[in-house]
């Protein structure tokens, strides 16, 4: 069994500060860990992916997760924000086998101008 | 060149009705997936097919139908449908040994 939580549903930054939006993980298995962002009326697109290699993982839009088992944690962060990053970010997990990937309920990023 | 292409984008009907989503993806893949995303945001996966052979199926109403003429093709059929059907709903499809998906803009289904 898999499951994500994310721990905030809304995280509001001002433009030019840093994010976090924050993840915990249960897998059975060593999981593949990702980060998808849903812009408004769009689809899902991979942000980064952590498949047991390094555990700092940079994305694309200068976002970057840092896989911690010890912590079971796969936070994501950037270190300044833009009114571009509005959007709603999924942490995912695929704990291997047939049942595909599970999705955290969603973080709101909310960039105050 | 769209990697993952869903049609119609948008789809409203009346309940009761009989409708189909097309899913088509270029990109080699031989697994493929259906989610359903709901007025919260949850997703949560339908059916997932590799090879033609149905290989997830969560509790999901058998009024659902996953259809896949070929492998780059998974079509959603849904019979009688009723109002909590609305949602938005993600075609996505993967490589095998691949854990990522890649995934369609979404079908937007209300039923009035």
């Known amino acids: 069994a898999q499951s994500v939580t994310q721990l905030d549903s809304h995280v509001s930054v001002s433009e030019g500060t840093p994010v976090l939006l924050r993840c915990n993980y249960s897998?059975?298995?060593?999981?593949?860990l990702f980060w998808y962002v849903q812009h408004p009326n769009k689809g899902l697109q991979l942000l980064l992916k952590y498949t047991s290699a390094a555990t700092l993982v940079k994305g694309i839009n200068g976002f970057e997760a840092e896989f911690k088992k010890s912590e079971t944690s796969f936070h994501l962060t950037k270190p300044s924000a833009h009114m571009s990053d509005a959007a709603e970010y999924f942490c995912?997990?695929?704990?291997?086998?047939?049942?595909?990937?599970?999705f955290g309920k969603g973080t709101h990023l909310i960039i105050q101008p | 060149d769209t990697a993952v292409s869903q049609t119609p984008k948008y789809l409203v009907t009346q309940m009761g009705n009989d409708k189909s989503i097309k899913c088509e993806q270029n990109?080699?893949?031989?697994?493929m997936y259906w989610y359903k995303q709901d007025s919260k945001k949850f997703l949560k996966i339908m059916f997932s097919?590799?090879?033609?052979?149905?290989?997830i199926n969560e509790t999901v109403p058998n009024r659902f139908s996953p259809k896949s003429p070929d492998k780059a093709h998974l079509n959603l059929h849904i019979n009688s449908l009723e109002l909590g059907d609305s949602a938005v709903y993600f075609c996505a499809s993967s490589s095998r040994g691949a854990n990522e998906q890649y995934f369609g803009p979404g079908t937007r289904l209300t039923v009035t």
């Open positions: 995912v997990v695929n704990g291997g086998g047939a049942d595909g990937l599970t």
């Open positions: 897998s059975s298995y060593s999981p593949s």
């Open positions: 990109l080699g893949h031989d697994t």
């Open positions: 097919y590799n090879n033609k052979e149905l290989i």
